[in-house]
C-alpha cells in the first residue's frame, strides 16, 4: 500500500504565490459579478481591476521585504522562484497596468470595455506574465506565457475594427510559431540535461563543460527564434507595426512595454549563464540581433506616415537597445536594463496615451489613418498644452537630458562601455541620432506647420476624459522630473539585481 | 545669496519663463526685458563678487543627484566662463529689446528665456553630465525658434541643425562615459566632475582616442570645417534674434569647451593633434572667406566671416600657451559682440526692405547716415582693426600660435587681409554709390529701440579695443592655470615642450629680478 504523500504546508512556502493568485481571483471576482448583474457600466470594472492591481502591489512590496531580509525565496515544490529580477519585473507589470487601466474610462465608448470580460482577461494575463517571470521552470514560463499570450490575442481582437482581428490573428499565428520555437528549445536542453530548472541545466552543462555544444547550439537558437518573436527583434518583427495600429493606442502603448519586460527576464534568467560559459557563437548571434534591430527599427521608423507604427518601430528599436545588456551582462547592465523600462514605461505610456486621448470614432476625409502626421499638422496653434505635452514625449523618446529616457540611456551606454564593448557603446550612440530624426519629425509636424486638415473643436483631447488626463498627467510629470528619482531607483534596481546573482 | 548666485542665474530665466505663460501677450515684451535686464544686472554683480585674483573656481555649488554613479549637480566660474555668461545675460537683454513686430512674441520670449537658462548652464556646469544636460537641451528652444520664425527653408534648417549638432554630441556623451570609467578604474569611485578629471593622467593612446571623441561634439558646434555645412542654413533661415544668440553665444559652447575639456583633460592628444586641427582651422578661415566673397546675401556674408572668425579662435586655443589660449577666449567675447551686431544690423536693413539682397541696396550712406556709420563701425571691428575689439583678440591668438608655427600663422594672417576684402566689397555695394532703387530713397534710418541695443555694442567694441585690461586680466589668471596643469600633466617630451612651464618661468623672472637689483 502506497504511503501517503506527506508534504507540509511549511515547506509549500504558499505565501510565494500571492501576488500572482490576486489577480486570478479579481478576475473570477468580476466574472461573478458579471452573473449576478449584467451590463454594469465599465467605470466599476475599472475601478475594481484598480483595487485589485492596489493589492497585487501591496503584496509585492510584501515580498520584497521579504526578499530583503532573507534572500531567494523559492516555493510550491521549488517552482516558484522569488528572486530580485521578479520583483523588480513584477513592480513593473504591475505598475504599468496601474497605469495603462483608467485609460479605458475614455469619453468615446468604445466596444470592448463594455465587456466585464476584458477586465477579467486582462488581470487572467497579469496573473502570466507575474507567473512567468517568477519562476526558474521552463514549464511554468511557457504556461505563464501562453495564459498571458491568448488573453492578449482576446484583448486585441475585442476592439472590433477589421484590423484589429487582422491584428489578433497575426498575434496569434506569430506567437504560435513562437511557442512551438520555445517548446523545441526547452526540449533539447531537457534531452540534454534531463531537467527544466534553468539552474540546474546550467549546472549540468558546465559540470560536462559543454560537451555537447552542437545541441545546445540548436537549443539557443530555438530559443533565441522564439524570444525574438515575443521581443519582436528584427527579423522576427514583422507582426508588431501591424499588430500596435490594429489594437487601440492603449493597448499598444501597454503592449510595448509589460510583455516585453517579461519576455526580457525569462531572457536573461536563460541567457545569462551562457553568455557567461564564454560560447562566443551565442554572443555573436545576440550581438548581430542587438545591432541590427537597433538599427533597421530606426530606418523603417524614419518613413512611417502614421505615429502609431512610427511609435511601433521605435518601440522595436529600444527593445534592441535593451536587448544590449543582456549581451553585455555585467550586474550594471542588467540594473541598467529594469532603470531604462521604468523609465521607458513612464514615456511610451504617455506618448501612447497621447494618441489614445486624440482618436476619432470615424475618420474625416482627408485623414488616411487615425494618427497619421496630417492629424498632428499646426497641434501647437490650437492647443499649446496637448502639443506640448506630446513634445516632451517624443524628447524623452529621443533621449534629450534632462528628461527621463535619457538617464536610462546615459546609463545603459554607460554599461556598454563599462563592459568593454566600445562599439556597441558608439553604435547605440549614433542609434539615438538617427531616432532623433523620426521624433523630430512629429515634433515638425506640430510646432512648424500648419493645419492640414480643419476639425470641429479641439481633436488632441476629443477622447479626453478626467482619468485620461489625470494619467498623462502623471506620465508628464515622471518624465519631467525623472532625474530626481533617478538615484533611489537606481540604487533599488541595483540591489536587488546584485542580490539575485545577475 | 551671493554664494548661491550661479544657481540663480542658471534658473531664474527659467523660472521667469514659467510664470511668463501667464503674462498678457501685449505686456510680454516688457515683462522680457524686464526679466532679462534683472538677469543682466545679477551677472554684473557676479562679475563685481568676483577676485579676479583668484585662477581657480569660485562661487562652487555642489548638490547630490545620482551619487552611485557620480552624478553631481557642480557649478562654479572662474575668468574663462564669466565674460561669457555676462556676454549671454547682455544679448539675451538686448535681443528681446530689439525684437521687432514678431508673430506669438509671448512663445518667442519663452523660449528665449529657456534658452538663456541652458546657455548659462553651460558655462556654470562643472560636472560632466550637467554640462551634458544644458548642451543638448539648448538645442530644443534653437530648433524652436528656427522653425518656427525662420524663412521658406526653416524646417530643413532647423531638423539640419538639430540632426547634427546631436549625432556630435552623442559620441562625446561615449567620449564622458568613458572618461567616467578610467577615472572609476584609477580611484574605485564614479565621478563625472571635470575638477576631479583633472587630476586624472591618462597613458596618451587613451588621450587621442578621448580626444578624437570630444572632438566631434565640439567640432560641430563650433562649426569647424568640415563639419560647419549645417551653420549657413541656420543662419540664412533663422530670424534675426535666432542669428544673433546663435553667433554670439551657442557657437562660443564649442570653443569654450574646447579649453574647458579638451585641452586640460589630453593635453598630449592637444599637442598631437595641434597641427591638423591647426591646419583645419586655417582652411576655414580661408575657405569661408572665400566663399563669404562669393555671396550675394549680406546675411551669408555675415555668416560665412563668422565661421571665419571662429576659425581664429580655435587657431589661438591651440596654441596651447598663455597668450593664444587668453587671446582665443577674449576673441570669444570680441566675436559675440561684434557678429551679434552685424546681424542686428542686418535685421534692421530686412525689417524695413524684407529683402537681404546686397544688389538691392547701393547708396544707403545717404539715405541711412547713422546706419551706414555703426555698420561701418562693426565691419571694421570685424575685419579686425586696431582699437577695436577683434583686433585685441585676432593680434593674441596669432602670436600666441606664431610661437608654435611661424608658416602657419603667416597663413592665417593673410586670411585675415582676405576677410577685410570680402567685408569693404559687401559694405561698397551696400552704402556706398547712388541710391538705384526707388524703394531705398526713403527708408527711415535707425529708431529709437534700434539704437538702444546697437549703441552698448559700438560702446562696447571700442572701449575693450583701446583698454582691453578690465577683461583679459582674469582671463589672464586663469588661463595660466590651466596651462600650468596641462605642462604638468603632460607625458610626453613633444607636449612638455610645447606647453611652456609657468613656474619655470616665473622663477627665471624672480632670479632676473633679483639679479637686475
Known sequence: MLSPVNVSMESLNLVTLAPMLIPVVGALFILVIDMFKSSLDKSLYVMLSLLILGIDFAALIESAEIFNQSGTAMGVFDVMLIDGLAIISQFVIVAASILFIPLALSSKRFHEFSYPEFFALFLFMIAGFQFMVATDNLILIFVGLETASLALYTLIAMHNRDKSFEAAVKYFTMGALAAGFYSFGSMVFYALTGSIEINQIATVLAANNYADIGFVLVGVVFMIASFGFKLSMVPFHTWTPD???????????????????????????????????????????????????????????????????????????????????????????????????????????????????????????????????????????????????????????????????????????????????????????????????????????????????????????????????????????????????????????????????? | ?????????????????????????????????????????????????????????????????????????????????????????FFTMIGIASLTDTKDVKNMIITLLFLQMTMVGVFVALDAIVFYVFWELSLVPMLYIIGAWGGPLRIYASVKFFLYTFAGSLVMLVGMLFMAYFYYQATGQWSFAILDWYRLILPESFQLWLFVAFFFGFAIKVPMFPFHTWLPYAHGQAPTIGSVILAAILLKMGTYAFIRFSLPLFPDASVYFMYPIAVLA????????????????????????????????????????????????????????????????????????????????????????????????????????????????????????????????????????????????????????????????????????????????????????????????????????????????????????????????????????????
Open chain 2, 282 to 517: 586655417i582652411i576655414m578661415i580661408i575657405y569661408t572667406a572665400m566663399v563669404a566673397y562669393a555671396q550675394k546675401d549680406v546675411k551669408q556674408v555675415v555668416a560665412y566671416s563668422s565661421v571665419s572668425h571662429m576659425g581664429v579662435i580655435i587657431l589661438g586655443t591651440f596654441a596651447l600657451n598663455v597668450e593664444g589660449i587668453s587671446g582665443s577666449i577674449f576673441l570669444m567675447i570680441a566675436h559675440g559682440v561684434v557678429s551679434g551686431a552685424l546681424f542686428l544690423l542686418v535685421g534692421v536693413i530686412y525689417d524695413r526692405r524684407h529683402t537681404k539682397m546686397m544688389d538691392q541696396f547701393g547708396g544707403l550712406a545717404s539715405v541711412m547716415p547713422r546706419y551706414a556709420t555703426i555698420f561701418g563701425i562693426m565691419m571694421m571691428a570685424s575685419v579686425g582693426m586696431p582699437l577695436t575689439i577683434n583686433f585685441v583678440g585676432e593680434f593674441l591668438s596669432l602670436l600666441g600660435f606664431y610661437q608654435q608655427s611661424h608658416i602657419l600663422t603667416l597663413l592665417a594672417g593673410i586670411a585675415i587681409i582676405v576677410g577685410a576684402i570680402y567685408m569693404l566689397s559687401a559694405y561698397k555695394k551696400m552704402f556706398f554709390g547712388n541710391v538705384t532703387k526707388e524703394e531705398n530713397k526713403n527708408l527711415p534710418d535707425v529708431n529709437k529701440r534700434e539704437l538702444i541695443a546697437l549703441v552698448p555694442l559700438v560702446i562696447i567694441t571700442i572701449w575693450l579695443g583701446i583698454y582691453p585690461k578690465p577683461i583679459l586680466e582674469p582671463i589672464n589668471n586663469s588661463v595660466e592655470s590651466v596651462v600650468q596643469l596641462m605642462h604638468e600633466k603632460s607625458i610626453t617630451e613633444e607636449a612638455k615642450k610645447r606647453i611652456p612651464n609657468l613656474v619655470q618661468n616665473l622663477a627665471i623672472n624672480k632670479t632676473s629680478a633679483r639679479e637686475a637689483h
Open chain 2, 1 to 89: 545669496m551671493v554664494d548661491h548666485i550661479l544657481s540663480i542665474l542658471v534658473f531664474f530665466p527659467a523660472l521667469a519663463a514659467v510664470l511668463g505663460f501667464v503674462v498678457h501677450k501685449d505686456s510680454m515684451r516688457a515683462y522680457g526685458v524686464a526679466v532679462a535686464a534683472i538677469e543682466f544686472i545679477l551677472s554684473l554683480w557676479l562679475w563685481h563678487s568676483f577676485d579676479p585674483n583668484v585662477s581657480g573656481m569660485q562661487f562652487i555649488e555642489q548638490i547630490a543627484l545620482i551619487p552611485s554613479f557620480g552624478i553631481n549637480y557642480i557649478v562654479g566660474v572662474d575668468g574663462i566662463s564669466l565674460f561669457i555668461i555676462i556676454l549671454a545675460a
Open chain 1, 243 to 502: 499588430v500596435y495600429e490594429g489594437s487601440s493606442a492603449a493597448l499598444a502603448g501597454y503592449m510595448s512595454i509589460v510583455p516585453k519586460i517579461a519576455a526580457f527576464v525569462v531572457a536573461m534568467r536563460i541567457f545569462e549563464f551562457l553568455i557567461h560559459s564564454g560560447i562566443v557563437w551565442l554572443e555573436v548571434i545576440l550581438y548581430i540581433g542587438v545591432v541590427v534591430t537597433m538599427t533597421m527599427a530606426n530606418i523603417w521608423a524614419l518613413v512611417q506616415g502614421d505615429v502609431k507604427r512610427m511609435l511601433a518601430y521605435s518601440s522595436i528599436s529600444h527593445a534592441g537597445f535593451v536587448m544590449a545588456a543582456i549581451l553585455i551582462g555585467t550586474t550594471q547592465s542588467n540594473s541598467a536594463l529594469f532603470l531604462y523600462w521604468i523609465l521607458f514605461s513612464f514615456t511610451n505610456l504617455g506618448s501612447f496615451s497621447m494618441l489614445w486621448i486624440s482618436r476619432q470614432k470615424n475618420l474625416p476625409i482627408g485623414q488616411s489613418s487615425d494618427h497619421s502626421y496630417e492629424k498632428f499638422a499646426g497641434l501647437a496653434k490650437s492647443s499649446p498644452l496637448a502639443a506640448s505635452i506630446m513634445a516632451l514625449f517624443m524628447l524623452s523618446l529621443a533621449g534629450i537630458p534632462p528628461f527621463a529616457l535619457f538617464w536610462g540611456k546615459m546609463y545603459m551606454i554607460g554599461s556598454a562601455v563599462t563592459g568593454g564593448y566600445t562599439v556597441l557603446a558608439l553604435i547605440m550612440a549614433l542609434n539615438s541620432a538617427i531616432a532623433g530624426y523620426y521624433y523630430l519629425k512629429l515634433i515638425v509636424y506640430m510646432f512648424m506647420k500648419d493645419p492640414v486638415i480643419v476639425y470641429e473643436g479641439d481633436v488632441s483631447i476629443t477622447n479626453a476624459t478626467y482619468s485620461l488626463k489625470t494619467i498623462i498627467g502623471f506620465a508628464t510629470v515622471g518624465t519631467i522630473f525623472a532625474f530626481l528619482a533617478v538615484n533611489p531607483l537606481l540604487e533599488f534596481v541595483t540591489a536587488f539585481v546584485y542580490n539575485s546573482g545577475y
